[in-house]
């Protein structure tokens, strides 16, 4: 498949998504659909506007396309260049060392080694939710919203 399908998609525009239990529209846009759209940020689904539940990705459909979420999501990972592929690993590791580092150095006094754990877990966490997703946003730009 080619990761040239690009569309008219914009953050201001959206794009329309059908909740297949319901079988209702909601057209997403800003922040929340460039979320929607990028694969790596860890969502395992979304919001229906009409019936107002929260569902995985695989039960809404594109009403343009019906593709589903679910596969539109795994697509646009599978046709990501690598960089974007390991990001959340990248992002993950060097935060989880940083914070190690630091709440060891910090509590040298006390036991390093626990605070170092506790440091790791911690970057390792916060990098992998918060800080690699942002760097997708900001390293793919428009790639993942204005693909079909």
Not at 9 to 29: A, D, F, M, P, Q
Not at 62 to 71: A, H, N, R, V
Not at 124 to 135: I, M, N, R
Request: glycine share 8%; with cysteine.
């Amino acid at each position: 498949m080619s990761s040239k399908r690009t569309g008219k998609y914009s953050l201001e525009s959206g794009r329309v998504y059908v909740h297949r239990k319901c079988r209702k529209s909601t057209c997403v846009t800003g922040q929340d659909f460039a979320n929607v759209c990028n694969p790596f940020v860890p969502a395992a689904g979304t919001i229906c506007s009409s019936c107002g539940s929260g569902d995985k990705y695989a039960n809404f459909k594109w009403e343009d396309t019906d593709e589903k979420l679910s596969e539109y999501r795994q697509r646009l990972r599978d046709e990501a260049p690598a960089y974007l592929q390991h990001l959340n690993l990248i992002a993950a590791g060097s935060l989880a060392i940083v914070m190690a580092v630091l709440f060891a150095v910090m509590n040298l006094d006390r036991s390093p080694a626990i605070f170092a754990a506790a440091g790791f877990i911690a970057g390792g966490v916060c990098g992998y939710l918060f800080l690699a997703p942002e760097l997708t946003v900001r390293l793919a730009g428009k790639r993942f919203y204005t693909s079909r």
